[in-house]
């Protein structure tokens, strides 16, 4: 598809502008700012249609940037308000929208907006900033940096302390969106959120194209640190007031984090007081720079920064959801894992952070103590249980402190029941703590916003390091009126399959709504797979970072091809997996060992999550796969026969043998108490499998018996979901074109399902 009225741009000279520049460089010559090289920063110093320019080459990472450093003697000369200029060639492509980066007073990183480079010869782009405060306090010593792509070449930047006109692009805008040639309208059953960054904000410009991509809201991270720094009680709002302004004219809402909790969002006077308790790692003892979960007091703080939030934006009408900041390096309700520079740059640099176990503080180690006394009642009982001699529950200690003694314990719980209660029991303390925080943060954000859809972010998988109980965080969402939204996809469908679907599965069961996030970048192979995986889940929401979208006009004619079917599914979903955590977290690494078996099973038929943690959700299904699980509580066991007992399909493959934690032989008898190949078990079975072909047999079988429509269940990357109202939504991510079939009701139906794209499939009645 050619655009040539696209090329029919106006050249703005620097006549035109009736002021001189503050700074200057050139790529012809010297001037008063500097390009920086380097790290994420790759040129090409080169001549392209007449002009000596840089051109941006591939580094090796995600994200491109140009770094540009101003001399000393220049900085003194410019304001805090004013335009940046750039003279730019897009070499490849229509348009793109990228975003540009300031030293501010906030910090090293603050947003100027984005720019929309126009392909079609040489052009010159216009930023205007508030807040500029070169202090070379980037990555380089710089002052600002452009965020960048391979092939786009700049020749000139200039700085001005006048405000600038930019060019009104709408009509361009109009155009390329009109000259698309298939359906791009969606149903509005679903939100759809763009995340911006930390601290930077859009244009009304950026606004209109989101806006005309579909997006219904705006998130940025609204830190108590940025509202509060100064002082206790020294408010300032005016970055998100400005913030507001632009959304509300660019047609769009708000859907912002408000966040409390992480080293960044914490203000310097509240970080160096006596009241502050850091989180500290049982891996080295060492502190970091987010709050303790355990810190006393603190929800105090939290409810103050909320309130004054609400008192200042709920009665706007511009706020379309919220997100509490929990804990984690971008608000989940997980701990903290492991940041970036995106946010050790907002608080003066890295800090000690890592995946691993933020509990070791006295007040933690007394809400364990309290965790055991409550479950066991006497310390008789904890010691026949965990293989210990405490004397006291005043005793009792986590059960590890050390990186040696914690690679020992998870070398040795595999082969060894013996030390594997204690482990469990510390689990399911350290995830229980989360989700109480998390349930309490809930509650104080409800109470200031009883009617504005609320979610809480969460993250990763379920290593028992990050601390989240995901079935359990949909409960207490439940319980407060919110939904969930996990933030852990990337660009394929089967690996976001496997990460999400226990929010969705639970969510479900628990009526919280639910939605999903990428964890960085996505390619335009994810933005159809992140679709498709939102509607065939029965998200009521989908979040995407606006650099994965704007980055390109192909990713932009890729989102729009799709985004008709972004809405609210009803999945069909007789079949469970049932999701092992205490198997998965008595191993190294067990919860991704088990998610890549899950991805295989994916490629057969669409599933729920049956996480183990909530199995009085079995009745909600008809078929249980257990799969990859040899370790399973007895009292699991007992409620796993019963639904086979009152009819259920109970298939089992990769598990030879099954065990309790204690390592006796119980589950096994109860599932199997006549032969390990297993048969009828009261109205319905329980068969042990070789392989996942003998499972996906199995359960076409019995989908067929069931009444339900049975699809073809081969090992491919054509992936079906069933929606209500007999609708097959299907995903081919192959490159050729597939059809799949389907029996129903004594007919064979075929569903032609063109290449790399997604087809919505109704049976005739």
């Not at 078929?623 to 089992?652: P, Q, R, T, W």
């Not at 109205?683 to 069931?706: P, S």
């Not at 109202?725 to 074109?737: L, P, S, T």
Request: proline share 4%; hydrophobic share 35%.
């Amino acid at each position: 598809m050619r655009y040539v009225f696209f090329l029919m741009l106006v050249f703005l000279s620097a006549a035109a502008f009736g002021a001189e520049p503050a700074a200057v460089w050139q790529a012809s010559g010297a001037g008063s700012i500097r390009p920086m090289e380097g790290g994420e920063c790759k040129v090409a110093h080169t001549r392209l249609e007449g002009r000596d320019c840089v051109l941006v080459e591939p580094w090796g990472g995600a994200a491109n940037y140009m770094y540009f450093s101003i001399d000393p003697e220049a900085r003194g000369k410019i304001g805090p308000a004013g335009s940046l200029v750039i003279e730019y060639l897009l070499t490849d492509g229509m348009f793109v929208q990228l975003a540009t980066e300031i030293n501010s007073a906030r910090g090293p990183y603050g947003s100027a907006g984005s720019v929309r480079y126009l392909g079609g010869g040489w052009h010159r782009a216009v930023v205007n900033y508030e807040d500029f405060a070169p202090a070379g306090k980037m990555n380089l010593q710089s002052d600002l940096r452009l965020t960048t792509l391979p092939g786009l070449a700049v020749s000139r930047v200039e700085i001005y302390n006048e405000k600038i006109q930019e060019e009104n692009q709408e009509d361009f805008l109009d155009k390329f969106f009109e000259a698309m040639d298939f359906n791009n309208k969606r149903s509005e059953d679903a939100f759809y959120v763009f995340g911006v960054g930390v601290y930077s904000t859009i244009d009304v410009d950026t606004g209109k194209l989101l806006k005309k991509l579909g997006v219904t809201s705006v998130e940025n991270y609204v830190t108590w640190r940025s509202v509060e720094n100064e002082g206790q009680g020294k408010w300032d709002w005016s970055l998100w007031d400005r913030n507001l302004e632009i959304i509300r004219k660019s047609g769009l809402k708000w859907s912002p984090a408000i966040m409390h909790s992480p080293a960044y969002t914490i203000p310097d006077w509240y970080a160096e007081g006596d009241e502050f308790v850091p989180n500290a790692c049982l891996e080295h003892g060492t502190a970091g720079k987010t709050i303790s979960l355990w810190s006393p007091g603190f929800d105090k703080w939290t409810e103050r920064f909320i309130k004054a939030f609400a008192e200042r934006y709920r009665d706007t009408g511009m706020i379309e959801s919220l997100i509490p900041g929990i804990q984690g390096d971008f608000g989940e309700a997980i701990y903290t894992v492991l940041g970036n520079n995106a946010i050790y740059n907002l608080i003066g640099g890295p800090y000690h952070n890592h995946i691993g176990y933020w509990c070791n503080d006295p007040y933690a180690l007394k809400s364990f103590q309290a965790f055991a006394k409550d479950k066991y009642g006497d310390v008789k009982a904890l010691n026949g249980a965990w293989r210990t001699s405490f004397e006291s529950f005043e005793a009792v200690r986590f059960p590890f402190y050390g990186e040696e003694e914690i690679k020992a314990l998870m070398a040795r719980m595999p082969e060894d029941p013996s030390c594997r209660r204690f482990y469990l029991d510390f689990v399911s303390w350290y995830r229980g703590c989360m989700t109480e925080w998390a349930d309490r943060c809930l509650g104080i954000l409800r109470k200031y916003f009883p009617d504005t859809p609320i979610y809480l972010c969460t993250g990763g998988h379920t290593d028992p390091r990050l601390g989240a109980n995901f079935a359990e965080e949909c409960r207490v969402a439940a319980k407060n009126k919110a939904g969930v939204r996990i933030t852990n996809e990337n660009s394929d469908y089967a690996n976001n399959f496997v990460h999400t679907r226990q929010v969705s599965s639970a969510g479900k069961y628990y009526g919280a709504c639910y939605g999903y996030e990428p964890a960085g970048a996505e390619d335009e192979v994810g933005i159809v797979a992140r679709i498709y995986n939102s509607t065939a889940s029965g998200c009521d929401h989908l979040h995407d970072y606006m650099g994965n979208v704007t980055s390109s006009d192909s990713r932009i004619t890729q989102q729009q091809k799709h985004i008709g079917y972004l809405f609210r599914g009803e999945p069909v979903t007789p079949v469970a997996l049932w999701y092992p955590n205490t198997d998965s977290d008595i191993r190294e690494n067990g919860a991704s060992l088990f998610m890549r078996e899950a991805m295989k099973i994916r490629a057969y038929f669409d599933y729920d999550y049956l996480d183990d943690s909530m199995p009085e959700a079995l009745d909600r299904y008809s078929i249980l796969v257990l799969a990859n699980c040899s370790v399973i509580e007895k009292e699991h066991a007992e409620k796993i026969a019963a639904f086979a007992e009152k009819g259920g399909k109970v298939i089992v493959v990769n598990a030879p043998s099954l065990t309790s934690v204690e390592g006796a032989d119980e589950p096994e008898k109860l599932l199997f108490p006549d032969s390990p190949k297993g048969g009828a078990f009261g109205k319905g079975y329980i068969y042990r499998v070789e392989d996942y072909a003998a499972m996906a047999a199995r359960v076409h079988t019995a989908l067929v018996n069931l009444g339900y429509p049975a699809y073809d269940m081969t090992d491919d990357q054509v992936y079906v979901t069933m929606l209500e109202g007999n609708r097959f939504f299907v995903y081919n991510k192959e490159k050729e074109q597939k059809t799949v079939k389907v029996e129903y009701k004594g007919r064979v139906h075929r569903i032609d399902c063109a290449p790399e794209t997604i087809t919505d499939y109704t049976l005739e009645k």
